[in-house]
């Protein structure tokens, strides 16, 4: 699996997305290479659909061809999300 983008579904009423924004706003920063994108649960409903997003947080990884490797529900530590993406990123 490459890594190539991450799609993060969030929103404002969600507290462990708030947690995790500090930890996004860290892991952009140590991989500036990263294509990360954020989409709100309240305001991006067709992206949503596309992505059968159910709840959030939610992360998924693209390849380079745009198909889902990995996805990830809940809260995350940051510990591990460096870890998906250093093993995977190229």
């Known amino acids: 699996m490459t ?3 991450i799609i993060k579904f969030t929103a404002l009423w969600c507290a462990d997305c ?3 924004r500090k930890t996004w706003v860290e892991i952009s920063e140590t991989f500036p290479q990263l294509e990360i994108e954020e ?3 309240d305001e991006h ?3 949503l659909k596309n992505y059968d997003v159910k709840k959030v ?3 998924i990884f693209l390849d380079a061809e745009g198909n889902e ?3 990830l529900e809940g ?3 940051k510990k ?3 870890e998906i993406i250093e093993q995977n990123l190229k």
Request: hydrophobic share 55%.
């Open 39 to 41: 989409y709100d649960f």
């Open 3 to 5: 890594i190539m983008k």
């Open 80 to 82: 591990d999300l460096m």
């Open 69 to 71: 490797v990995l996805r």
């Open 75 to 77: 809260m995350q530590n």
């Open 57 to 59: 947080p939610l992360t």
């Open 18 to 20: 708030i947690v995790m």
């Open 45 to 47: 409903e067709d992206v």
